[in-house]
């Protein structure tokens, strides 16, 4: 998961991808005065663990998990 905060650049990628099988996912986790009142309105979970679940990396996650092989997952 890539986050504005807590991304890779280009050069990091390539260099990780020489040593690793690495895969990326951007999520967007950028504090928003309206997520945060929309999740303090009507969301059980905290605001700061509400900004990290993102439908487009469950989905990344599972289809690689399905399909490839690993002897360590690296989150």
Do not use: W
């Not at 998961?1 to 040593?19: F, I, R, V, W, Y």
């Amino acid at each position: 998961m890539c986050t504005p905060k807590h991304g890779l650049t280009s050069q990091e990628k390539n260099e990780l991808s020489a040593m690793v099988c690495l895969y990326t996912v951007e999520v967007d986790t950028s504090v928003s005065a309206r997520q945060f009142l929309a999740n303090l309105l009507f969301s059980r979970l905290p605001y700061n663990a509400q900004r990290f679940i993102s439908k487009a990396f469950t989905s990344e996650l599972t289809r690689i998990l399905e399909t490839t092989p690993f002897d360590i997952v690296q989150l």
